[in-house]
């Protein structure tokens, strides 16, 4: 398949599905398409990842108007263009968190997620030391509807990774393209030694009064960017919101660097400061979902990072708690 | 695909006071739910109101009445329990639920109940449970600020006619029942009933000196099971607010054995 192909099928497709994709303005965003010159094809790793378009910042749950209590889907046809590996995984690993909720899945089987991969991206190779090892069969742990890969001659390999991306395929005349079979989020030898199970071994030996999590608690302002801009970050609260008679039970996403996260009534709180915030989001990420999931709470993409004010890097502290 | 966060509307059949700011609520399902409800000692519902959110509250009543109503003790200390309370006989709450694993099965053990405060909410569930069974001798201590805010006054004549009723109060006396005033760990001076798995409800400072005289006294950490309460919403272990290093609080627990918070490095 060559691009023009890709453009039409992308038009074809935004007649009928609200389009989101890479596009720049200051810096590459997420943003719904309305014209195909929007797409930013450099593919690099966006600013915000890709999880609201699943997971929305704010979504309702139920509507109550007088005495009619009735549960709220607000669900659209989407078509999510242009998500490179690492959001990829990320998709992937929320999929499987979500697996039981009735709004993740109703908007996951109405979503049509097209991979887009022009190489390892640039960061990917910036922190090697970092991210899980990039594998052959990595598309095979990946969830997506196709997966178009941008080969060196600028031609385009085109995959399937479901039947909801067979059909607009065969749909389109696009008959030139590689099935790939889902085989869940993790390779059957388990998850990737290196990245998965030494980082958890790390974290799991110490604790919030080690040197690295007293000396990055000393910098961090517990503002939670770096919750909000992770693609795997996906804690939430409930908010009931009232508009005249009609109450609205709302999910919204939550930071564990919020001061109100695990108070309870009567004032107990066991997260007092920033090293014991941070230590919780790092045991989240590399022990408790990994014991869970058998997968990690983070792909690498540096986004904590890099909207950080106090500059706090997850690959150096990772590196510091490994030796 | 089932919604977890469907709520069900559960009408209010019977309100007792029980002090100033706690009332015992007895509840009626909606027909279908009710007759195929069923819950464990020590599983809690999540309880609430559209405006007010929910809060997670443990279920105080009998198992074997599950398919007939629930009983929930609420206490009014924030603004959604502060409403759940003004509530009135016919008034509706939302519920849903129940959650949480419950206290373990007994079995040729006996029990020693251990609450403090509040905290003795999910232990009237298991007294009820296991109260008729002869086989399994009970030792209750109940530990209360005051004679103002103990609660299920009526139901110590009973306890102490069946079983070996133990209060103390840290302020005052209540004739018959409490003698001397102190904490609960000053209760824990008597010989405890040999055999036991010991439950422990209460606030979180008690824990750590109850547990601390039991592991003295030589107990197993794995007879000692304690009620951990934490912020939550989701009730699924997805949220992430209730979590305690591996396991989550609202799925996993809210019953943990001490053997068990040991191994995960939970300090009490």
Known sequence: MNKQKLMKLLGKLMEENVLFGPTKEEEIVIRQIRDLKQIDWSFQIPKQSFKHLLLPARERLLEQKGAQLKEVFDIKSQVIFGVNILDLQALTYLETIFSEDPYFQKRKAKTIVIGYSSGIPEDYRKYKIFHEKYREDKLEHMMFDIFIEEQKNKNLKVFSGSEKGQKVLDKNGIKDYVNIEYAGPIREEGPDPDFVLKNKQAIEKVTAKSKVFKDIGNICIACGKCSLACPLCFCFEHEDVKDGDKITRERRWSTCFFPEFTKITGGENDMKDAAQKLYYWYYHKFVRMTDEYKFPGCVSCMRCYKVCPAGINIAKNLKNLKT | ?268
């Open chain 2, 1 to 268: 695909m089932r919604n977890p966060y469907k709520v069900d509307k559960a009408k209010i059949i019977k309100k007792e006071k029980q002090n100033d700011i706690t009332y015992l609520f007895r509840l009626k399902l909606s027909s279908v739910l009710q007759k195929n409800f069923e819950f464990l000692p020590g599983q809690f519902m999540q309880v609430g109101l559209m405006g007010f959110r929910e809060a997670p509250i443990s279920i105080s009543s009998d198992p074997k009445d599950s398919k007939k109503y629930i009983e929930l003790t609420i206490r009014g200390v924030g603004r959604i329990t502060n409403k759940l309370i003004s509530l009135k006989t016919g008034d509706e709450m939302l519920i849903r639920g129940p959650f949480g694993n419950g206290f373990p099965e007994v079995k040729d053990k006996n029990l020693i109940l251990i609450g403090g405060g509040c905290g003795f909410v999910p232990l009237r569930s298991v007294i009820e449970a296991y109260g008729n069974d002869k086989k399994i001798k009970m030792q209750i201590l109940i530990g209360c600020k005051d004679k103002n805010t103990l609660f299920f006054k009526k139901s110590f004549n009973q306890w102490k006619k069946k079983h070996d009723f133990n209060l103390i109060l840290e302020k005052g006396k209540l004739p018959g029942f409490a003698k001397k005033s102190g904490f609960v760990t000053d209760l824990l001076d008597q010989p405890l009933l040999e055999n036991s798995l010991i439950f422990i409800v209460g606030p979180p400072v008690m824990y750590k000196h109850v547990v601390q005289i039991l592991l003295q006294k030589k107990i197993k950490p794995e007879d000692i099971y304690l009620s951990l309460e934490k912020r939550m919403y989701c009730g699924q272990g997805v949220c992430q607010h209730c979590a305690i290093g591996t396991k989550y609080i609202c799925k996993d627990g809210p019953v943990f054995s001490y053997r068990e918070l040991n191994n995960m490095l939970y300090s009490l």
